[in-house]
């Protein structure tokens, strides 16, 4: 089965930097689309950034251009997202999700990671 895993989450000031991972595993991962969401405290789930199958085909929410930058390593079946010049307003829990395509017909997602961002 489809299993999402994130890490690389924890407390930071601001202007600071993380590193999320997300380990797919249950499908050809190569093959999928990915994305970054989060959810703030109190706020709905919304989408910072999608990496096509390769790294040549990305997008991000205009709150995030510039400061993330999202990734994967096919190889390693790993999608990452480098955040920097954080900001108190980053400060959620980051989802990775696998979007439904093919014979997959429902998105897939992970369980979180919380990143706090405060002084």
């Known amino acids: 089965q489809v299993q999402l895993v994130e890490s690389g989450g924890g407390l930071v000031q601001p202007g600071g930097s993380l590193r999320l991972s997300c380990v797919a595993s249950?499908?050809?991962?190569?093959?999928?689309?990915m994305s970054w969401y989060r959810q703030a405290p109190g706020k709905e789930r919304e989408l910072v950034a999608i990496?096509?199958?390769?790294?040549?085909?990305?997008m991000y929410v205009d709150s995030v251009k510039g400061r993330f930058t999202i990734s994967r390593d096919n190889a390693k079946n790993t999608v990452y997202l480098q955040m920097n010049s954080l900001k108190l307003e980053d400060t959620a829990v980051y989802y990775c999700?696998?979007?439904?395509?093919?014979?997959?017909?429902?998105?897939?997602w992970g369980k979180g990671t919380l990143v706090t961002i405060s002084s």
């Open positions: 990496i096509g199958t390769t790294d040549s085909s990305t």
């Open positions: 999700m696998k979007p439904r395509g093919g014979s997959y017909l429902v998105n897939y």
């Open positions: 249950g499908y050809t991962f190569s093959r999928s689309a």
